[in-house]
């Protein structure tokens, strides 16, 4: 079992940054992949990034490439997604989320354990 804690997000204008921090508990946390996806209202859950468990390798959905970092830090079981040049249409809820499982780890059906998410609201 792994328990996940959202925090960080809120509400910022167009072109600003937001910080998001995952608290993971568990002994095993460094053995786990950890993804951000986001949903927005009328819309289906979508990947928006993911990083290894030694935090070597990342992924990045196309919309976000260039503009959010993700990160961990497995002293603390804890990881991050700065986001910067926020656009309104990141405006969602952000999840954090785990999984074991190393094939299909940009889909939500992969990851087993979630976050109760965290809302982000980019005014124009």
């Known amino acids: 079992q792994m328990q996940l804690v959202e925090s960080g997000g809120g509400w910022v204008q167009a072109g600003g940054s937001l910080r998001l921090s995952c608290a993971a508990s568990g002994r095993t946390f460094s053995s786990y992949i950890m993804g951000w996806f986001r949903q927005a209202p009328g819309k289906e859950r979508e990947f928006v990034a993911r990083?290894?468990?030694?935090?070597?390798?990342?992924q990045y959905a196309d919309s976000v490439k260039g503009r959010f970092a993700i990160s961990r830090d497995n002293a603390k079981n804890t990881v991050y997604l700065q986001m910067i040049s926020l656009k309104p249409e990141d405006t969602a809820v952000y999840y954090c989320a785990s999984t074991l499982s190393t094939v299909q780890v940009t889909t939500p059906d992969r990851y087993p354990y979630w976050g109760q998410g965290t809302q982000v609201t980019v005014s124009s």
């Open positions: 990083i290894t468990g030694s935090g070597f390798t990342t």
